[in-house]
């Protein structure tokens, strides 16, 4: 209903189906569980710091165009295309920073043994569309690099000229803020944004 409540929140799990809000009133503390559905987005501050994160329940698609709901992170927004990460958890540090949480695995196999890593999903969404689209991962996979410009590329394939200019290696996940600003399906022969 566009009501703003200011408080303490337990951070959402990629599943939760509701979220605890810890607020004030009368000077008591009151806590309620909120439905997802009544939630636009959770912004995140911490200490001193005036960085302000994201965090919304948005619908993905799955295998078989399947479509579920996750809480996800969002990284960068633009004005034709918005960029997300899903993690298993999220720590705000107070410098303001953002840590991703995962599970690292160990995996026996006779009498070797392998360690995988966390990966963190990448999700893109353009304007208008209805559902995140899992295009890369962050972390715990080899050839990080090319597969993200692969797949960033792949997504956003309706503007060639950004296309070409990340797959020329010029971009990575580092980036993902400034492609995200460049995406522009009606660039034509236009010039790309500022790059630097």
């Known amino acids: 209903n566009g009501?703003?409540?200011?408080?303490?929140?337990?951070?959402?799990?990629?599943?939760?189906?509701?979220?605890?809000?810890?607020?004030?009133?009368?000077?008591?503390?009151?806590e309620t569980y909120i439905e997802p559905e009544n939630i636009d987005r959770i912004e995140i501050g911490a200490g001193s710091s005036d960085k302000v994160h994201?965090?919304?329940?948005?619908?993905?698609?799955?295998?078989?165009?399947?479509?579920?709901?996750?809480?996800?992170?969002?990284?960068?927004?633009?004005?034709?295309?918005?960029?997300?990460?899903?993690?298993?958890?999220?720590?705000?540090?107070y410098d303001g920073?953002?840590?991703?949480?995962?599970?690292?695995?160990?995996?026996?196999?006779?009498?070797?043994?392998?360690?995988?890593?966390?990966?963190?999903?990448?999700?893109?969404?353009?304007?208008?569309?209805k559902a995140l689209v899992?295009?890369?991962?962050?972390?715990?996979?080899?050839?990080?690099?090319?597969?993200f410009r692969a797949g960033v590329s792949r997504y956003l394939a309706d503007d060639p000229k950004l296309g070409e200019y990340i797959r020329s290696e010029k971009w990575d996940f580092n980036n993902l803020g400034i492609i995200v600003r460049n995406y522009n399906p009606a660039r034509g022969n236009g010039e790309l944004l500022a790059i630097d």
């Open 134 to 147: 899992n295009v890369a991962l962050k972390d715990g996979v080899s050839f990080e690099g090319s597969a």
């Open 3 to 30: 009501e703003r409540k200011t408080g303490q929140i337990g951070m959402p799990r990629p599943g939760d189906k509701s979220v605890l809000f810890i607020g004030s009133e009368n000077g008591k503390n009151t």
């Open 54 to 93: 994201v965090v919304r329940r948005m619908p993905i698609r799955g295998m078989f165009n399947s479509v579920s709901d996750r809480w996800v992170l969002c990284i960068a927004e633009g004005p034709y295309v918005s960029a997300y990460i899903g993690a298993e958890g999220y720590t705000i540090n």
């Open 97 to 129: 920073t953002i840590s991703l949480a995962g599970t690292r695995q160990v995996l026996q196999t006779g009498a070797s043994t392998a360690i995988i890593n966390p990966s963190f999903t990448v999700y893109l969404i353009k304007q208008g569309d």
